[in-house]
């Protein structure tokens, strides 16, 4: 038997939306261990494009706090420590089936997604240097030629939106004193 949604003049409409877009714990039915979360594969080198594609895939199905640690794994004790088990899982096996298959063989044997993330994060997310002196030199020799101007400024807002994206990295200053 399927829950039935309430229609949208019933007075439970509202708490039954509340307990399933809220409910970080929940799956979907459409939800597997195989599932292609986003288009874009890990490979080593697109690691800021391709985690950005997975925070967002992450997000809409409420599921970024397994990645960010903002949700917690309860007490053994719990009733919800089996289902946060379950879902944090189902995050790893998202985030490896997002990655080339050499990458995804290299962290299969990870705890937590959290564990996972941070792993890769440190791999991959780091060296910004070169990729920044990229994305800056491809700014430098793009011209418009005989692009039409919608094109041209596409291709440069998309460069700017990267370079943007990286400027978020924070940068250590060290006190002088």
Known sequence: ??????????????????????????????DFPGMQLVSVKLNGSNFQKWSRAVK??????????FIDGSCTKPALTSPLHNQWIRCDNMVVSWLLNSM???????????????????????????????LLYQLEKELSELYQENDYVAVYYTKMKKLWDELEDLSGVPVCVCNPN
């Open 56 to 65: 967002i895939a992450l997000k809409t199905k409420t599921k970024i706090g």
């Open 100 to 130: 080339i298959n050499e990458l995804a063989e290299a962290f299969l044997y990870v705890n937590s997604a959290r564990q996972l993330w941070e792993e890769l994060t440190e791999r991959f997310g780091q060296s910004n240097g070169p």
């Open 1 to 30: 038997m399927s829950e039935e949604i309430p229609d949208s003049n019933d007075s439970d409409t509202s708490r039954y939306q509340e307990t399933y877009h809220d409910d970080l714990l929940y799956l979907q039915s459409s």
